[in-house]
């Protein structure tokens, strides 16, 4: 396959949002009781240093699924590397992000993707390495050192006699092999007319039309040496079907992390087939950038030849059961010199790219202009100034209060009759400008704080009273009061790279964990760390 990631220009890869005005038929859930569902979050991964980050992709279900992993940058959510992964029944796929050994040609360590799995992946890994990989293109690459990743269903195959489903099944014939990966790849070309997929089929199996490739939102084709050239393969949506882990391993000490993600049930409402090969940018609107947060592919209801509702503009419904104000977690910052106990808290807002003029925040990216908030509309960005373009909730005003469990440090008069434990400091106020935040909790020897995975260079922190070593702390977000918030979505009327971007209220959306690190100077085989997923007392209950 000719295609790469992301042509390397900044002006491309817009992440696509849906129609405007749609819909999903039944209502998302956040499936915290089964932990299957049609999208999965990462709320952190990193790639700093020494450090690892892996996932785990379960396909509980007898059908073949199609699934879309994006790793998307701390800074501002950009899609820095996106590729798809196809399931046989009951398949499990697992891979990792991690620096390349190696210098590039900009002179630094390439991101990269590497797995040993044997299930088809689109575009297939590089095999000349011990481990083959991806290569995280450098579009987007500055600031995704850290960041949290999307896992989506694209769709299931309708039965398993369609020739993608026959392709990708591990096969005793092939040494347990999937039968033809080359064959599932060709699936996801692009068509000849990217803003009516359906024409092209209309034009088949006329001479000169394309054999392989997406068709619409639940069709794909690939060649075949027998007439008439091309066969089809139908999807359907997803069921919550997938189940997905994580982890997260500094090499330098051994030290890891893991968890289950955040699942989402029934986020999509039909197959969202997508090409591997051009985005938003290039005129596509059934490329790459989709499936995203607000659902399908843009378009997928307006193609000839299907129809139903498919999950598009469902942001402001992730919004709305993924809205929170309130974080509780615990903290420890106890190091006796032999022996630490440190932690971070990772706070994530997933989505806030759809809350961007994205044509107009790309552009701002590669030249002088600016994407600057201003009044929702269509049309939408005022060129002169670049205001009407960023309508995200960030940054956050972050008001912390941080408890103690040393019930002789109350900061109250000794004789004073008080509830235990009281807050020993006054609330902090900082500001989380970033998607993916972390706050470190432990010192340093020379007192300042000390992250655990972050860089050294983006470290928050809450001040805590001398001589608490642990306990707790609840944590106010507030979105940015200055500026209106809204959805930015591709106009439905207008098929070609028109934003409208409509009020949006409520809470921000928001997932993480504190993460434990335990160390043992004289017994380093002793140290581990372990994930506790963070409290949202009000989640879901703030209405957009």
């Known amino acids: 396959m000719k295609a790469t990631f992301k042509p390397l220009s900044l002006a491309v890869a817009v992440a696509a949002a849906g129609v405007a005005g749609t819909s999903n038929a039944q209502p998302m859930d956040l499936a915290a009781e089964t932990g299957l569902g049609d999208l999965a979050l990462v709320p952190f991964y990193t790639v700093r240093d020494d450090w690892t980050t892996g996932v785990s992709v379960i396909n509980t279900s007898e059908a073949t699924q199609v699934i879309k992993i994006r790793m998307r940058r701390a800074v501002d959510s950009m899609d820095a590397l996106d590729f798809n992964v196809v399931l046989s029944p009951n398949d499990v796929w697992t891979g990792y992000a991690a620096r390349a050994e190696e210098l ?72 347990g092999l999937p039968a033809d990966c080359p064959k599932v790849v060709r699936n996801f070309l692009r068509g000849t007319t990217p803003v009516d997929y359906a024409a092209d089929y209309a034009s088949l199996p006329s001479a000169g039309a394309r054999v392989d490739g997406v068709i619409n939102s639940e069709l794909t084709m690939n060649s075949t040496v027998a007439a008439p050239g091309y066969e089809t393969s139908a999807y359907i949506e997803s069921d919550n079907v997938i189940r997905v882990s994580y982890f997260i391993r500094d090499g330098a000490s051994g030290t890891e992390f893991g968890n289950a993600a955040v699942h989402i049930a029934d986020f999509f409402n039909g197959a969202s087939m997508t090409n591997q090969v051009q985005g938003v940018a290039a005129g596509d609107l059934q490329g790459f950038d989709s499936p995203d947060l607000n659902g399908a592919a843009p378009f997928s209801a307006n193609q000839l030849g299907i129809g139903g509702d498919y999950g598009a503009a469902v942001f402001g419904q992730f919004r709305s059961i993924m809205g929170a104000t309130q974080i509780i977690n615990d903290w420890s910052a106890n190091d006796t010199g032999n022996f630490a106990v440190n932690t971070d808290w990772v706070v994530t807002a997933p989505g806030q790219y759809l809350m961007l003029d994205l044509p107009a925040y790309l552009t701002s990216l590669a030249t002088t202009s600016n994407c600057l908030g201003g009044t929702p509309g269509n049309p939408n960005v005022v060129t002169a100034t670049g205001a009407n373009c960023d309508f995200r909730d960030l940054p956050l005003t972050v008001n912390a209060t941080v408890y103690s469990r040393e019930e002789d440090e109350i900061g109250v008069t000794p004789d004073e009759v008080v509830v235990s434990p009281a807050p020993i ?98 017994a380093p085989a002793s140290n581990f760390g372990r994930i506790v997923e963070h409290a949202f007392p009000d989640r879901g209950q703030l209405q957009p």
């Open 425 to 522: 400091v006054p609330p902090t106020v900082v500001t989380f400008d970033r998607e993916v935040n972390v706050v470190s909790w432990g010192v340093g020897e020379d007192g300042e704080p000390e992250t655990i995975i972050n860089g050294e260079d983006e470290v928050i922190s809450f001040p805590r009273p001398e001589g608490a070593l642990a306990g707790w702390a609840n944590v106010v977000i507030t979105p940015d009061a200055a500026k209106a918030r809204a959805i930015c979505e591709f106009d439905a009327a207008v098929p070609s790279i028109v934003v409208s971007c409509t009020p949006a209220s409520g809470g921000v959306p928001l997932i993480g964990f504190v993460a434990w690190e335990r160390n043992f100077d004289n």
């Open 104 to 175: 590039d040609a900009s002179g630094e360590r390439a991101i990269r993707w590497f797995s040993n799995d044997n299930s088809c992946t689109v575009p297939a890994l590089t095999a000349s390495a011990d481990t083959p990989y991806l290569q995280m293109p450098t579009i987007y690459r500055a600031g995704a050192e850290t960041g949290y990743i999307e896992i989506l269903t694209m769709g299931e195959t309708v039965d398993e006699l369609q020739p993608i489903a026959r392709a990708a099944l591990h096969a005793e014939a092939f040494g």
